[in-house]
Each structure stands twice: as structure tokens, then as C-alpha cells.
């Protein structure tokens, strides 16, 4: 799962391609019935014709989450006519209606009759999202298509993602936002018309700045106004870090190129860069409290959510709950399987970046930053090690299953052939200050085991 060569990466992404291809080739056989309980005749016979659109003919990341806009709306609607309120009113509350739900059922609504009023929220944005992304032309008939703003792949009102690739900078911010009402679109023409208070908006189509990962183009979009106009500043700072990692880690350079499909740059204080399975290699990484270090491991440590996110967009590998029983010392709190699971296999690629970050002593970091990466390695091999009985544990629970833990035990196989060398490094050629440091966290964990794991 980790360490591994080229090959088997694609092989690995290759796996939730076809999961793409399947969810498709489902909905074009079985489709929803031409009256379904719960969807409205126009959204079905809209559907019905672009199921079979040209434009979902090949996964991307951008059409794998419209299918899953699609698959959160068959689950609801399953819900809504099993009249199951307890799923209901969790679905509706985790997500981004949670407020329009909130207010309805304050004013007595019961789930099952929310529901069927937010519908058409799923319906529409579907639809919207089908067409402002993936259609290569599309034009509205009677009524404008609406298309909700979406953070996630860096969208704000004046600067709307089009697809993977551009985007438009309408010349103000319009009122109707998030909710976008758009009349027409057309790739080949590079234009938006914008219905914006009964007036008409025309934007043109602009291609996104990349980042290069040899040949391989990575569209970067900034999550606001300010980050976009300076952009090519960040463009600056990611191609140094890309630099960094090519030269020290080729490991994880390899694993960077095959998985990141494009950077959402955000600036939010106190929030950590994130992805999403449902948006297969977009990295939305936080420029706001961090270094170029940071920068650095930021960048791997999300790659490493794509890695694992694409066998879990194919494959079953842990049962998922909300018990809280495994101690993750990353958060210093306890957690579901999950976050234990997702953070074992992830912060691993940490190790290794900063291990071979620290051996190669790259002349383009100064002292303060190299001193930085030994500790980063060592923290990282001492609170993987923490983790790795407490996952053994959750496999004899049954909350991993044999095909979940072959990916562990890579991770275990390769910690063990790098123990001596941390145990050197720890021994003979930590600073005094990361010496400190090394001794504070061992004794936090020893605590920790006494307190959570005997």
C-alpha cells in the first residue's frame, strides 16, 4: 500500500476507476423508474437523458463526485421511503443543508415531510453540477440551471471553478451566491452567461494556473479572491516543495504524481489542510500558520488520503462506527476506527518524506528546517509504532477486515526494517532541543498506554 512502485499505484487507482465504471454502467442499465416516489418527473426525465452522456464516459475526479452527489441522493430517497426519521435527521444534520433542516423541524415539520421539501435542493445540484462541470455545452430553457458554489474545489464568487481545468472570474459578486443561476454554458465558445438580478452576466472562460509534476499538469485554484491574484506566488512556494521532494523522496514524488489532480489553496487560521474521498486527488492545503516545511508535508500527507481514499472508494476495508475507543496520539484524543485507520496509513508517508529529507540534507533547506524534518521523522516513527497493537486489536474486533490490515502490515514491515536507524538517530544524533522533545513524547506515550491500552 505504501512503499511500492509505479505499477501497483495505478494498479491501486485503477481499482477505484472501475468502481466509477460500475456506479455508471448501474445507472445506465437500472436508472430510476420513469415514476419514482420521492423525485420529481422533470428531474427524472432530465436524468434520463444524461445518464447516457458522452461526458460520464471516463472517470475524473469531478465526475466521481457527481456520482456521489447521485449516490447521496438514492440514499436519502431509500430513507425517505422507508420513513426512517433517525437516518433522515442524521443525514440532513451532517451535512450542508443542516441549517434549512434545523429551521424546519423547528417549527414542528417531522423528518419525512422535510425531506421531501429538500429533495429537490440533491435534485437540483445534480443537475447543476452535471452541467457546469461535466457537459461540454449546455442551455437552459425556461428557467436558469442553478449550480451550488462548492469550497471544496475552490469556488467563490468571483472566481467559479468550470470544470477541472478553468474557471470564471465574474467582474462583481453577485446576490444569488452560493446558488448560482446560470443560463447557458460553452467550452468551445470560453463562455458563461450569468442570470444576476434579471440582468445577464457573461463571463469568459479562463484556463486555471498549474503546477508541473513533470509532464503531468496539477490546475491550482485559491479558495478566495486574494489567493488567486496571488497565485503565482504560491505557485512559486508549491514548485520549490514539489523540488524538494523530487530530489530527497522520489518515493513520494512518484506516489505525488500518479494521485494529486489539483491544489485548493485556503487560508484559514486553525484549520489543517484536508481532502475528501469523495473529491479523488484534490488537496486543499492551508497556506495560513504554516512554513515551507509545513508546506512540504502537507502536500505528502494528502497524497497519502488520495492512496488510501482510492481503495476505499473500491473496496470495503474497515467497519465503519462512531465508537471511540482507539487513542490517536496525532490528536491526543480518542477516536473511531477510522480516524485511527486513516491516520496510521497516512501519517506514515510523514515518516518516510522527513526520513529521507534528513539523509539527503538538501543544501536548499537551511539548519533551523533540517533540524525540523529530524524531528518530524522520529515524532513520526514513535507514534506510528504507539498505534500499530491498537490496530492488531481492532482487526481480532472485527472493525478491520484481512484485506484492510495486508495494508497495515505493509506499513508495520516497513517500520520495522527502519527501527535500527531510528534508534541511531535517537541515540547519537538528535539536537538538544529535539532531544527535548523526543524524551517529552516518549513520556506522554508511556502515560498514554498506561491510561488506554493496558
Given at each position: 500500500?505504501?512503499?511500492?512502485?509505479?505499477?501497483?499505484?495505478?494498479?491501486?487507482?485503477?481499482?477505484?476507476?472501475?468502481?466509477?465504471?460500475?456506479?455508471?454502467?448501474?445507472?445506465?442499465?437500472?436508472?430510476?423508474?420513469?415514476?419514482?416516489?420521492?423525485?420529481?418527473?422533470?428531474?427524472?426525465?432530465?436524468?434520463?437523458?444524461?445518464?447516457?452522456?458522452?461526458?460520464?464516459?471516463?472517470?475524473?475526479?469531478?465526475?466521481?463526485?457527481?456520482?456521489?452527489?447521485?449516490?447521496?441522493?438514492?440514499?436519502?430517497?431509500?430513507?425517505?421511503?422507508?420513513?426512517?426519521?433517525?437516518?433522515?435527521?442524521?443525514?440532513?444534520?451532517?451535512?450542508?443543508?443542516?441549517?434549512?433542516?434545523?429551521?424546519?423541524?423547528?417549527?414542528?415539520?417531522?423528518?419525512?415531510?422535510?425531506?421531501?421539501?429538500?429533495?429537490?435542493?440533491?435534485?437540483?445540484?445534480?443537475?447543476?453540477?452535471?452541467?457546469?462541470?461535466?457537459?461540454?455545452?449546455?442551455?437552459?430553457?425556461?428557467?436558469?440551471?442553478?449550480?451550488?458554489?462548492?469550497?471544496?474545489?475552490?469556488?467563490?464568487?468571483?472566481?467559479?471553478?468550470?470544470?477541472?481545468?478553468?474557471?470564471?472570474?465574474?467582474?462583481?459578486?453577485?446576490?444569488?451566491?452560493?446558488?448560482?443561476?446560470?443560463?447557458?454554458?460553452?467550452?468551445?465558445?470560453?463562455?458563461?452567461?450569468?442570470?444576476?438580478?434579471?440582468?445577464?452576466?457573461?463571463?469568459?472562460?479562463?484556463?486555471?494556473?498549474?503546477?508541473?509534476?513533470?509532464?503531468?499538469?496539477?490546475?491550482?485554484?485559491?479558495?478566495?479572491?486574494?489567493?488567486?491574484?496571488?497565485?503565482?506566488?504560491?505557485?512559486?512556494?508549491?514548485?520549490?516543495?514539489?523540488?524538494?521532494?523530487?530530489?530527497?523522496?522520489?518515493?513520494?514524488?512518484?506516489?505525488?504524481?500518479?494521485?494529486?489532480?489539483?491544489?485548493?489553496?485556503?487560508?484559514?487560521?486553525?484549520?489543517?489542510?484536508?481532502?475528501?474521498?469523495?473529491?479523488?486527488?484534490?488537496?486543499?492545503?492551508?497556506?495560513?500558520?504554516?512554513?515551507?516545511?509545513?508546506?512540504?508535508?502537507?502536500?505528502?500527507?494528502?497524497?497519502?488520503?488520495?492512496?488510501?481514499?482510492?481503495?476505499?472508494?473500491?473496496?470495503?476495508?474497515?467497519?465503519?462506527?462512531?465508537?471511540?475507543?482507539?487513542?490517536?496520539?496525532?490528536?491526543?484524543?480518542?477516536?473511531?476506527?477510522?480516524?485511527?485507520?486513516?491516520?496510521?496509513?497516512?501519517?506514515?508517508?510523514?515518516?518516510?518524506?522527513?526520513?529521507?529529507?534528513?539523509?539527503?540534507?538538501?543544501?536548499?533547506?537551511?539548519?533551523?528546517?533540517?533540524?525540523?524534518?529530524?524531528?518530524?521523522?522520529?515524532?513520526?516513527?514513535?507514534?506510528?509504532?504507539?498505534?500499530?497493537?491498537?490496530?492488531?486489536?481492532?482487526?481480532?474486533?472485527?472493525?478491520?477486515?484481512?484485506?484492510?490490515?495486508?495494508?497495515?502490515?505493509?506499513?508495520?514491515?516497513?517500520?520495522?526494517?527502519?527501527?535500527?536507524y531510528v534508534a541511531n538517530v535517537i541515540k547519537s544524533e538528535l539536537t538538544?532541543?529535539?532531544?527535548?522533545?523526543?524524551?517529552?513524547?516518549?513520556?506522554?506515550?508511556?502515560?498514554?498506554?498506561?491510561?488506554?491500552?493496558?
Amino acid at each position: 500500500m505504501v512503499m511500492t512502485d509505479s505499477k501497483t499505484y495505478s494498479k491501486r487507482r485503477d481499482l477505484m476507476i472501475q468502481s466509477y465504471n460500475d456506479f455508471i454502467s448501474d445507472l445506465q442499465e437500472e436508472g430510476p423508474e420513469e415514476e419514482t416516489n420521492g423525485l420529481s418527473p422533470d428531474f427524472l426525465e432530465h436524468f434520463k437523458f444524461i445518464i447516457k452522456s458522452k461526458a460520464l464516459a471516463n472517470f475524473s475526479p469531478l465526475n466521481f463526485y457527481w456520482v456521489n452527489l447521485v449516490d447521496n441522493l438514492i440514499y436519502v430517497l431509500q430513507m425517505y421511503q422507508d420513513a426512517d426519521d433517525e437516518g433522515l435527521t442524521d443525514f440532513w444534520t451532517e451535512g450542508e443543508y443542516a441549517k434549512a433542516f434545523l429551521d424546519l423541524a423547528e417549527q414542528g415539520e417531522e423528518p419525512v415531510a422535510i425531506t421531501a421539501q429538500l429533495i429537490p435542493l440533491l435534485e437540483g445540484q445534480v443537475l447543476g453540477f452535471y452541467h457546469w462541470h461535466l457537459s461540454a455545452h449546455h442551455k437552459a430553457k425556461e428557467n436558469p440551471t442553478l449550480y451550488q458554489l462548492v469550497p471544496d474545489i475552490g469556488d467563490h464568487d468571483l472566481g467559479i471553478r468550470v470544470g477541472e481545468t478553468h474557471m470564471i472570474a465574474p467582474p462583481d459578486s453577485h446576490n444569488d451566491s452560493p446558488s448560482l443561476p446560470f443560463w447557458s454554458k460553452s467550452f468551445s465558445e470560453g463562455i458563461v452567461s450569468i442570470d444576476d438580478d434579471g440582468g445577464e452576466l457573461v463571463g469568459g472562460i479562463q484556463p486555471l494556473k498549474v503546477l508541473m509534476l513533470d509532464d503531468k499538469s496539477v490546475p491550482i485554484k485559491g479558495s478566495t479572491p486574494e489567493l488567486d491574484h496571488a497565485i503565482d506566488a504560491h505557485i512559486d512556494q508549491l514548485t520549490n516543495a514539489v523540488s524538494v521532494i523530487k530530489d530527497c523522496s522520489p518515493r513520494c514524488y512518484e506516489a505525488l504524481k500518479i494521485f494529486t489532480e489539483s491544489i485548493i489553496l485556503i487560508d484559514e487560521p486553525g484549520i489543517v489542510s484536508y481532502s475528501l474521498q469523495s473529491l479523488p486527488g484534490y488537496s486543499n492545503i492551508n497556506v495560513a500558520e504554516r512554513d515551507f516545511v509545513d508546506l512540504i508535508d502537507d502536500l505528502v500527507h494528502e497524497n497519502g488520503h488520495h492512496i488510501l481514499n482510492a481503495v476505499l472508494n473500491a473496496e470495503e476495508l474497515i467497519e465503519e462506527d462512531d465508537d471511540k475507543i482507539f487513542w490517536s496520539p496525532w490528536r491526543q484524543a480518542l477516536r473511531p476506527i477510522r480516524g485511527m485507520y486513516h491516520g496510521y496509513l497516512t501519517f506514515f508517508w510523514a515518516f518516510a518524506l522527513f526520513k529521507d529529507i534528513y539523509k539527503a540534507a538538501p543544501s536548499s533547506l537551511n539548519k533551523d528546517q533540517h533540524e525540523k524534518a529530524q524531528l518530524r521523522f522520529v515524532e513520526e516513527f514513535l507514534m506510528l509504532k504507539f498505534c500499530r497493537d491498537q490496530l492488531e486489536h481492532a482487526l481480532r474486533m472485527g472493525k478491520i477486515n484481512n484485506e484492510g490490515m495486508k495494508l497495515v502490515r505493509e506499513v508495520n514491515d516497513q517500520l520495522a526494517s527502519d527501527a535500527d536507524y531510528v534508534a541511531n538517530v535517537i541515540k547519537s544524533e538528535l539536537t538538544q532541543t529535539n532531544a527535548t522533545a523526543i524524551n517529552q513524547l516518549e513520556s506522554e506515550l508511556a502515560k498514554a498506554k498506561t491510561n488506554f491500552l493496558n
